[in-house]
């Protein structure tokens, strides 16, 4: 301890002896800059007084200016204002080719590795061999590239965020600042994503998803944006395989087109059937006590019809309020519901979510945490809802097959 003692003394004596100089520098700039604040005011009180013009009675009050000669001056407002229709004209396209093509760079840069080097049990079409120097060679320059385009976009993400900081553009719920700070981090937690997908087989997407939430997007937006990754990722690795004919079958193709057209039907039942029967009717209820608004699709609550006496007869009746589209509602307040209480689809989704998740993980060893929680949140829970809930449920499933294997005996013994 004593050495360390020592070492704390030594650079605390070190920072005495700075901040006595700093404090005597500070001082005497503090003094020179008095002197010349006084200086400065006794010029400008020696000048002469300045004219100030009189109005005369042929001056006119509201016309006349004209007759002067201003020019024209472009206000910062009217800049303002037209640098931000520029950017909500942009966000309003639908397909943003500024951000679509550095996608698609990216993509023929990983196919084009893929087949020259080789991978997923695919053999190389040029014969590189695995350990040779052109193997490593393909394998870090293509790095360098998708590095570069990870670093202009982010610089342009950051350049956008500036410009409608500056305009004042109208943020909503679940818009990222993309500051410094987020331009790093989140490729740096993309990149353990991939290292943890490529070493342990788990998917990019299952860690990418969370980290989304966290940083406060919408689940439906990090839906969204997880199948849109998928996409580029999935047709990659489809047309390597096709290309090294590693499908089965003769003609190779009948199970491509057949499998895609499960997965296309499988994913629009997902999108549209599956989400009409989780929809819930919470973001109706308005009143001047709670808004529904703030847990719209959280299937952890419930609305709860205001009703008031009426004194003249004794009886109950509803308040009324407003929907979203002005139509008038009963009045309703957003409570944290209880478990089947009532019963709803929601829960029944939940239930059967649940089973098959934890079915496949025990089954398969693939561990159903990954799936637990996109499927609750898709289901209409709130992250904060369903990440204790996967682990309450991944626990009952744990202490299931450790009272199966409990006596099970080794398979080669």
Known sequence: MEPTTLI?????????????????????RNKKLRQ??????EDFESLPPLREHQPSSS?????????????????????????????????????????ILPLVISWLVVLVQSMLRGGHGAPSIIGITCNSPDY??????PLLILVGITL?????????????????YPFIEGDIHWIKRRILIFPT?????????????????MVKGPIMLEMGILPPVQSATANFMILFTSSSTTLQFAINGQFPGERQYDYMAWFALIGCIGGFCGQKVVAYLVKNKCEYCRTNEHDCNDHAGDVAYRCQVVEVVDEATGGTEAQYGLTSAGEPVEAAYCVEKNLFAP???NDLVTILIAFTCTALGAGGGIGGGGLLVPMYIFAGLNPKHAIPLSKVTIFGSAVAMYVVNFRRKHPCK
């Open 36 to 41: 010349v604040r006084l200086e400065d005011e």
């Open 189 to 205: 937690l993309c990149t353990m994503a991939g290292v943890a997908a490529g070493l342990l087989g788990i998917g990019g997407g």
């Open 152 to 168: 202009w976009v982010g610089y342009h993400l950051r350049l956008m965020n500036r410009n409608k900081v500056l305009c004042d």
């Open 343 to 345: 019963f709803t689809y």
């Open 59 to 99: 001056d006119a009050l509201l016309g006349g200016l004209d007759k002067h000669d201003f020019g024209t001056f472009v206000s910062d407002d009217d800049q303002q204002l037209e640098r931000r229709n520029a950017i909500e004209k942009r966000e309003m396209r639908l397909f943003p080719l500024k951000y």
């Open 136 to 141: 490593w060679m393909l394998t870090f320059l």
């Open 8 to 28: 704390g003394a030594i650079f605390g004596r070190f920072d005495v002896e700075i901040a006595a100089r700093r404090w005597l520098a500070k001082t005497r």
